[in-house]
Antibody, heavy 121, light 110 residues
């Protein structure tokens, strides 16, 4: 059974940093692309970033490019999202998501339960 | 990258069929067959319903079907049930190697 367990969310001041983690199990972590998707309170889904199964390719939405960094540790089956220079508009529930494909984030098939990030002074 | 365009809401009575549209551009939905649909109940994580335009993951009811024509994809739900009341999102791979979602459609079962 595929399981994705996010952690690391919390309250942070504008301009601050936070690192999210996603512990994956139930599948071969290095064989699938992974993504982070966020959902602001009462709003729709927004894709944030993706990474290929090998970790050699990373992808970012324009809204976070240069501020967020996605990475993965295949030895720990864990996905990360380093978030710097946080803004109020980054406040959201952040989902970790597994893709059906290896290289590109094209079709999410499993979602975690999310971790809440609140950016406020 | 602009979000794909979905109607804000649709409604239908139990037993009826409804269709939700998802409109993109020639740089995303029109260029690739990597179109997916997701169902999200309040307070829950999204669930995958359709991938690659019209394929259903194992365990998803065959009441859900997908199609695409040009820059517009569609999700059809037949035999509407009360449990289908939820938010529905489409997504597409883009020429920028990113993923883009639609704004979401709230389905009300009357």
């Amino acid at each position: 059974e595929v399981q994705l367990l996010e952690s690391g969310g919390g309250l942070v001041q504008p301009g601050g940093s936070l690192r999210l983690s996603c512990a994956a199990s139930g599948f071969t972590f290095s064989s699938y692309a992974m993504s982070w998707v966020r959902q602001a309170p009462g709003k729709g889904l927004e894709w944030v970033s993706g990474i290929s199964g090998s970790g050699g390719n990373t992808y970012y939405a324009d809204s976070v490019k240069g501020r967020f960094t996605i990475s993965g540790d295949n030895s720990k089956n864990t996905l990360y999202l380093q978030m710097n220079s946080l803004r109020a508009e980054d406040t959201a529930l952040y989902y970790c998501a597994k893709d059906r494909y290896v290289v590109i984030p094209a079709a999410i098939d499993y979602w975690g339960q999310g971790t809440l990030v609140t950016v406020s002074s | 990258q602009s979000a794909l365009t979905q109607p804000a809401s649709v409604s239908g009575s139990p037993g009826q069929s409804i269709t939700i549209s998802c409109t993109g551009t020639s740089s995303d939905l029109g260029a690739y067959n990597y179109v997916s649909w997701y169902q999200q109940h309040p307070g829950k994580a999204p669930k995958a319903l359709i991938y690659d335009v019209s394929k259903r993951p194992s365990g998803v009811s065959n009441r859900f079907s997908g199609s695409k024509s040009g820059n517009t994809a569609s999700l059809t739900i037949s035999g509407l049930q009360a449990e289908d009341e939820a938010d529905y999102y489409c997504s597409s791979y883009t020429s920028s190697s990113t993923l883009v979602f639609g704004g979401g459609t709230k389905l009300t079962v009357l």
